[in-house]
């Protein structure tokens, strides 16, 4: 879920095409959870294979990806490695969320509550370490680079993007921000229509690009300043100070310029504050990875899919094509270097 930073963040509103070139370090932890929470059928059950293999994450890696690189968008997935400790307690918090979720979930469906039930069942997602190696299967068939990061996903792909290997990063948590990624894109794997929780309204979500320069340009602060701010409103690494969000903290930091000065005008606690600080001013990156785009190989993604986890043949012909397509395109901006 990470900090919430909506209220006070400068957003412009972006099409696909406007990517087009780019390349995109994708926060994959974040893009599968939004996988398997919305791909699935009315009643809220993910989709499965004859097995009763949960497939929602391989279908929206297949066809968003598919979809990225036909915008003519190069991504680069960037996985989680371990937790901080700091993080536990969110963990633990989110895990009693979904197995309440869960059981609400199941009671829906036997009071025949279709609507209820499948808003309890996106809150009740779980991605599980063999669904995340099933990702990171795929996209070494489909010749996507995918990066392993030491400890948070957000901190690499932001590393990647500082360092000029890719543009922005892709995900939908504002912490981006937080880790000072020059370009934070949202809703990148998610355009299109979609239903609004609870109600029968349909939007069209599009992409937004939110570069961290403007945002601290705008709010007039630093990125020290606006990592307290997020602290103040509770990251994944700590609890913030109850009644506080975006607009209150942004105008006490900037009343008292910093954590320690605000903490101590409201006569308040945050425990370890300075040890998230460094998780975010002084992030667990690494240089060990390469990224490289290669040819696809249809026959593995074929086996895997349709075989395998029974994926109808033509769609994932069709999903592939994209692929192919994307290669033999003369538009596209340095074609070599993809494959």
């Known amino acids: ?98 197995n309440k979720a869960a059981d609400e979930w199941k009671k829906a469906l036997e009071e025949g509550d279709i609507e209820k039930a499948r808003a309890k069942a996106m809150q009740s997602s779980r991605l599980t370490p063999e669904m995340v190696d099933e990702s990171k299967q795929l996209l070494d068939m489909l010749g996507v680079p995918f990066v392993q990061a030491l400890s948070e996903g957000e901190a690499q792909a932001g590393y990647l993007s500082k360092k000029g290997e890719a543009y922005g990063v892709g995900s939908q948590d504002f912490d981006v921000l937080l880790f000072n990624a020059p370009v934070l894109i949202r809703n990148l794997t998610i355009t299109g229509k979609r239903k609004m929780p609870g109600r029968k309204v349909y ?87 390469k990224i490289e785009w290669k040819n696809v190989d249809e026959n593995a993604v074929k086996e895997f899919l349709c075989e395998i986890h029974d994926f109808s043949y033509s769609r994932v012909e069709n999903a592939l094509k994209k692929f192919q397509a994307a290669k033999e395109s003369g538009t596209q901006k340095n074609l070599e270097e993809w494959f």
């Open 1 to 98: 879920m990470g900090v919430e930073l909506g209220g006070i963040v400068l957003k412009e509103n972006r099409k696909l095409d406007d990517f087009k070139g780019r390349t995109i370090a994708i926060d994959a932890y974040n893009t599968l959870y939004q996988f398997i929470s919305i791909i699935r059928q009315p009643d809220g059950t993910p989709l499965t294979d004859s097995n009763g293999r949960v497939t929602s994450h391989l279908t929206g890696l297949l066809y968003r990806t598919a979809n990225l690189v036909e915008a003519g968008i190069r991504p680069v997935y960037v996985f989680d490695g371990k937790p901080s400790p700091l993080k536990m307690t969110t963990i633990e918090a989110r895990s009693n969320i979904r």
């Open 203 to 289: 939007v069209n979500v599009e992409p937004e690009e939110i570069r961290t320069e403007n945002v601290l340009k705008k709010l007039g602060i630093t990125i020290e300043q606006l990592v307290d701010i997020g602290i103040l409103v509770g990251t994944d690494f700590n609890e913030g100070i109850k009644g506080i969000g975006p607009k209150t903290a942004l105008k006490l930091i900037k009343e008292h310029k910093n954590l320690e000065n605000v903490l101590k005008k409201i006569n308040k606690e945050i425990r370890d504050y300075d040890e998230v600080r460094k998780i975010f001013l002084e992030p667990k990156v690494t240089d060990d990875y």
